[in-house]
């Protein structure tokens, strides 16, 4: 059996979006620990401090690299996961209730789509000013530093924008309350004694890890955040 | 319980052949006793329909005490209807009331295709126990039961998978028209054993190959199936189906 024979079949191409995910899961856990940060009351330089070191610290430019092909290869295999999926009914049916499962269960192609139309506003955001057209501020406590925080204040300071991340992190908290567990599944833990603490662990990350995003932009917007 | 008789609406899927394209038809049913299993109910108005001169509604049954799995119908959006750990041989009508509408369809999915109005073909489900849902055994005398020793709570588990009747609700209630719940249990019944030993590897690549041939989706672990099937067969099975195959795909020499 090739790699190639693995990696397509349908339980590859489901292993492909557990190994991608928990992945990216590992990269919502240094984004949330940086971006706490700027609960630290000093005026965004701890924050600042941090965004400097991850933005020119060679290693984590080239980490920066498998994140986005781990982004990529995930947006990629799922859409072709769904669009593939979603063709194999036929006739639909004329009572469909979505008996026994959960609807976020059920919509995880939606969800998915609504955090890349979430990802390509926030890297625009933030992403392409400080990486690409360094078009950001000075940190007054270093010129050589940028200010991002001051641009997340800025950014945060529509009301609109707001929603949208609040929305972008309810989207999260839903993909998350079914991939998490799920990709434990697709890796064979049939265990019920192991399985029913990743579901704890699960649920429990994909209430505080959005949540915690969730209220960056809205301390800043409510002013809690200078 | 309480005896009554009910008058029914059931509308159902009528189709003449795989090739007709197939239509929702009415039909009235009286005096249904409460205490008719469904597919009597079906016979009832088969009944009405041969007097009435009217082609009768094709419907797979076999034993009809719920072991067998030929019954197959998509009953008010579920496999098997409203009752729990029941087929549709062992659906009672005290499960409806008096002035009922019921909507009765065929399994769907791409790897099922409807043969005749609620008959479908599930061969798909053979040609997948073909490919490696077997032991190899010599012929001769059968061994001693206990010269093997297993212990308890994987024999309890080996059962408890082997209960699948393969029936197809599971494919029938999942979005993505899975058939790894019908699969898992099987592999999951003969990985659990000694006796399945010696092919472990090679079914459960070959098993999973043939149900992608088949044309049936991948699993998203939803659950649906493991809350429609009426043997209870566990998800759990899933997850051991998706173990197997890892360590038998990584482990492959080619």
């Not at chain 2, 009554?4 to 795989?18: A, D, G, I, P």
């Not at chain 2, 001169?53 to 496999?79: L, Q, T, V």
Request: hydrophobic fraction near 45%; aromatic fraction near 12%.
């Amino acid at each position: 059996m090739t790699w190639k024979q693995v990696f397509t079949s349908t339980i590859g191409q489901k292993l492909v979006m557990g190994l991608t995910g928990l992945f990216l899961i590992s990269f919502l856990v240094v984004h949330v620990g940086l971006n706490a940060c700027i609960w630290a009351d000093d005026g965004g330089k701890m924050f600042n401090q941090g965004a400097h070191f991850m933005g020119s610290m060679v290693v984590i430019r080239i980490m920066e690299i498998g994140l986005f092909i781990g982004f990529f290869i995930h947006i990629i295999q799922g859409y072709a996961l769904t669009a593939y999926n979603n063709s194999r009914r036929g006739t639909a049916y004329r009572v469909n209730k979505g008996y026994g499962s959960k609807w976020y269960s059920r919509s995880m192609g939606l969800l998915g789509t609504l955090l890349l139309l979430f990802l390509i506003m926030h890297i625009w955001h933030f992403w392409v000013p400080s990486r690409i057209t360094q078009d950001l501020p000075e940190a007054s406590y270093n010129p050589e530093h940028h200010d991002l925080f001051s641009r997340m204040i800025l950014v945060f300071q529509d009301p609109i924008v707001v929603v949208l991340y609040v929305l972008g992190c309810i989207s999260l908290a839903y993909h998350l309350a079914h991939g998490f567990k799920a990709a434990f599944r697709t890796f064979g833990v049939h265990n019920s004694r192991y399985y029913s603490t990743i579901k704890a662990v699960g649920y429990a990350f994909s209430v505080i890890v959005p949540l915690a995003f969730a209220m960056m932009p809205v301390s800043m917007y409510l002013g809690w955040v200078k | 319980m309480e005896h009554y008789n009910m008058n029914l609406t059931v509308e159902v899927w009528r189709q003449k052949n795989k090739d007709d394209k197939g239509g929702f038809k009415s039909y009235k049913v009286k005096d249904i006793s409460s205490e008719m299993s469904f597919l009597e109910m079906f016979d009832v108005l088969n009944e009405q329909l041969v007097h009435n001169g009217e082609e009768p509604i094709a419907f797979d049954h076999d034993c009809r005490e719920g072991i067998c799995g030929a019954c197959s119908m998509y009953i008010n959006g579920k496999p098997h209807g409203p009752w729990a750990a029941t087929t549709t041989c062992q659906l009672h009508m005290r499960a409806f009331k008096d002035g009922d509408t019921i909507v009765v369809e065929p399994w769907r999915a791409k790897a099922f295709p409807v043969i005749k109005d609620l008959v479908t073909d599930r061969s798909a489900f053979d040609r997948i126990i073909a490919a490696g849902g077997y032991v190899s055994v010599n012929t001769g005398n059968a061994v001693d039961g206990n010269s093997l020793p297993i212990e308890k709570e994987k024999a309890d588990s080996a059962f408890a998978a082997a209960a699948c009747i393969g029936c197809g609700a599971c494919v029938a209630i999942c979005k993505n028209s899975s058939a790894n719940l019908f699969i898992g249990a099987k592999v999951s019944h003969l990985a659990l054993l000694p006796q399945g030993e010696p092919e472990r590897r090679t079914r459960v690549i070959n098993m999973i190959e043939q149900a992608d041939k088949e044309g049936f989706g991948a699993c998203t672990v939803t659950g649906a199936c493991e809350a429609v099937c009426p043997k209870e067969i566990s998800i759990a099975n899933i997850a051991r189906l998706n173990k197997e195959y890892m360590n038998a795909s990584f482990s492959s020499d080619k």
